[in-house]
């Protein structure tokens, strides 16, 4: 099998560090790994399947090496500066910011979903959003099947979405520590906040669950809003999600279709209480899918609960099967 050699931008983050953990795992064939990072973490060492390699500075002429993926997470600013000069210079840029995700000459993945977008590449490929990655696997199948009108979005989104800094925040406020780090302290508390606000009263990430899903599932017809919450969890989004369709259908046809479904695993019993947790998702690549519910308040539509892994499904691993899909489909 053919093997190719891969950078990891943003290699010390929290996001680059479970890259690093993933690539491993689902064994993408690496010849030659790139840790990258700012020049604060240049020269520190880091694992990667058991060796050790030092981790060296994002400049321009990093890029020259013999690289054929990039693999980024460093924040947006740090995405628009290097990665139009990595494309520019041969290497296929797989993005986690949000830099390019509503660029329209920049595809956005969801392997389960849209991977024929991967086709128009130019170079760079924008991960989505964590919640809408999850929120899209769960969706697909039945939008193919029942078409979709109009759907409201709940989350209730896991610390380590805002990074290490996000993680350290929880973990100081459980033992009495000042939270410096949110606008109000997260731990023992629900913050109606994620990121900042935006002119029409939405906060960023909200909207960007709207924008981006509409992007993927290139229906821009789809009425979406948003609530997005931030939760004292340490791992894995869960999401609320109410869904009307277009066409009449019937609950065993849900779950036949979400039993076929590749990435997904159905959790749902209520009788034994079994429904998706956060805690049994954590360090998974699935998306957990369960309190599959008619709403009787309108003709045709439904409520779910759905649950992922936000540092894996929501960022590295989507990144990773992205990557496997270029090579699958022959564009690497
Ligand atoms: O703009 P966005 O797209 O909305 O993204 C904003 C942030 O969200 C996270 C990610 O944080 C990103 O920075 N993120 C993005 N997408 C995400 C997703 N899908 C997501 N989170 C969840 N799901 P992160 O913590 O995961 O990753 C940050 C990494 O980026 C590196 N980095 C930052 N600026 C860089 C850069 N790399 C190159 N060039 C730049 N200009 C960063 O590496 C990290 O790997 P680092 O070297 O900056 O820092 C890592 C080490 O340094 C310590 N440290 C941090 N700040 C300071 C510091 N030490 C001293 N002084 C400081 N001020 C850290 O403790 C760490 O050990
Ligand atoms: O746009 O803080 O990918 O939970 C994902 C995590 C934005 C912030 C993105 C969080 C980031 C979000």
New binding site residues.
Partial sequence: MKSYNVAV????????QKMLQVLAELKFPVKNLFP???K??AGKEILYNGKTYVVEE?RDEAFDQDIDIALF???????QRFSPVAAAKGVIVID????FRMDPTVPLVVPEVNPEDLDWHKNIIA?P??STIQAMVALKPLYDAFGIKRIIFSTYQAV??????GYAALEGGIKGEKDTFNPHPIAYNCLPQIDTFTDNGYTKEEMKMVNETQKILHDDSLRITATAVRVPVYYAHSESINVEFKKEFTLDEIKSLYSKSPGIVLQDDPEKSIYPLAINAENRDEVFVGRIRRDYSVDNGINLWVVAD??RK??ATNAVQIAFALVERHLI
């Fill in positions: 931008v943003g290699a010390t983050g929290m996001v680059g990258m990072a700012s604060r973490s994002l997470s460093a924040g947006g600013d740090t995405s986690n910011s949000s830099a991960n959003n964590c380590s979405g805002s990074g290490m800094k936000n540092i929501g960022a």
